[in-house]
């Protein structure tokens, strides 16, 4: 159980291209959903926090209207890079859990974006 | 502001030898968790922590947790090829529903057959 899938696995495309990438809960409810950035060799970096049905809570520095993330059901989250650039190229990886207490995140795959 | 302190950074053993890596929270936290990243990957969950001085194992693996909730610990004993990647300590203030996790930086573990 606990399943998540994000797709694309990888992403190659031009500056100034758009980007979605989408996150979901295969076999349970994920009320919460988390977008993280990791650079090589480092630890993640937590983009966003988004709850269904409502606004997503940005972590400092993040650039909402750069990376816009939609969560409208309790089982599908996207981010879109807009409009990205060289220095978006990264790893980014999304993570669920339901609204239990003390649950784990479950992880999608992660879509490596490089941008050229 | 909050911090997960995770130390070694890197860690290089022998097969056969143990390993431990050590996570320290500025803050009192709610419960930790330890996640498992192999190359190219993405993190695995492996335990949860939530009690004050609770100790769990899977295997070879103990996890412990500070009696003030302020430090973990992950202890490997005899190590294998497959044990290879970086293994990061999350914690987490809330129970509730933003159980937004504060990462430490991880501890990459090479193991040499």
């Known amino acids: 159980g606990a399943v998540v899938s994000q797709h694309p696995s990888r992403v190659i495309c031009k500056s100034g291209t758009s980007v979605k990438i989408e996150c979901r809960s295969l076999?349970?409810?994920?009320?919460?959903m988390f977008w993280y950035r990791q650079f090589p060799k480092q630890s993640l970096m937590l983009m966003a926090t988004?709850?269904?049905?409502?606004?997503?809570?940005?972590e400092q520095g993040v650039e909402k209207d750069k990376f816009l993330i939609n969560h409208a059901s309790l089982t599908l989250s996207t981010l879109t890079v807009t409009s990205a650039h060289p220095e978006d190229s990264s790893f980014y990886i999304c993570?669920?859990?339901?609204?239990?207490?003390?649950?784990?995140?479950?992880f999608g795959d992660g879509t490596r974006l490089s941008i050229l | 502001g909050q911090q997960v302190m995770q130390i070694p950074q890197y860690q290089h053993v022998q097969e056969g030898e143990d390993f431990t890596t050590y996570c320290n929270s500025s803050?009192?936290?709610?419960?930790i968790q330890w996640y498992k990243q192999r190359p190219g990957g993405h993190p695995v969950f492996l335990i949860q922590?939530?009690?004050s001085g609770e100790v769990k194992k899977q295997k070879r693996l103990t996890f412990q947790f500070g009696e003030a909730k302020k430090n973990s610990s992950l202890h490997i004993t005899a190590t294998q090829t497959t044990d290879v990647g970086t293994y990061f300590c999350?914690?987490?203030?809330?129970?509730?529903?933003?159980?937004?996790?504060?990462w430490g930086l991880g501890t990459s573990l090479a193991v040499n057959p």
């Open positions: 993570s669920a859990a339901t609204d239990r207490v003390h649950q784990p995140q479950h």
């Open positions: 076999d349970f409810q994920a009320t919460t």
């Open positions: 988004s709850n269904e049905g409502s606004k997503a809570t940005y």
């Open positions: 803050t009192t936290l709610s419960n």
């Open positions: 922590l939530v009690k």
């Open positions: 999350a914690g987490s203030r809330n129970a509730g529903n933003n159980r937004k996790l504060i």
